[in-house]
């Protein structure tokens, strides 16, 4: 968890209806966080916050791109980003007790006598999670995969020979079996 200033929003001087905010992401951002399984991270995010007396509505719209590598043949992979979150701040008198009540993740409290709000960890929650679970190299124009074939063939045979040697082991114990 980190909570840098920059990402505080005065919300108490703000006018109730929606204020925008935009946040450039890259690699500094990531400083404070954890080792992350992309590089060159290079996104925006805009914030919409709706604002009204007992509520805030918070809309993030991820935009940009990462630098990430094949599930398939590992080659570098330039990924897009493009994904939207909500969060909804609610103004309460004991955020404490409701947050460790609160089962929607999307729903989150502030205490009534707060001030700020600090967005970072959400930035760096939802930009994480705009990256794609599977990342596989695009297809080309005809169709046909731009994967490394060169490793993709290595690997193939590698398991190819994997199941060779094993192979006369499994008929050997076949043997046994049948006595
Ligand atoms: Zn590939």
């Known amino acids: 968890m980190s909570v840098r200033r920059e990402y505080d929003i005065a919300f108490v001087g703000l006018k109730p209806g929606v204020h925008e905010y935009t946040y450039m992401v890259g690699e500094l951002f990531f400083e404070s ?5 992309f590089s060159e991270p290079n996104a925006k995010v805009r914030l919409l916050l709706e604002k009204s007396s007992t509520f805030m509505l918070l809309k993030f719209f991820v935009d940009g791109s990462v630098m990430s590598s094949c599930d398939r043949c590992g080659n570098p992979l330039k990924v897009d980003l493009w994904d939207e979150f909500e969060m909804l701040v609610k103004l309460v008198d004991d955020p404490e007790r409701m947050n460790e009540e609160e089962e929607d993740p999307d729903v989150f409290y502030i205490s009534r006598g707060e001030s700020l709000l600090n967005v970072e960890n959400w930035i760096y929650e939802f930009v994480t999670l705009s990256v794609p679970t ?33 192979n006369p082991l499994w008929k050997g114990l076949d043997k046994f079996r049948n006595l």
């Open 33 to 37: 966080y954890p080792p992350q399984e």
């Open 134 to 166: 599977h990342r596989i190299c695009p297809e080309d124009e005809q169709g046909h995969s731009t994967c490394n074939q060169d490793v993709l063939k290595k690997i193939s045979q590698l398991e190819q020979e994997k199941q060779e040697t094993q």
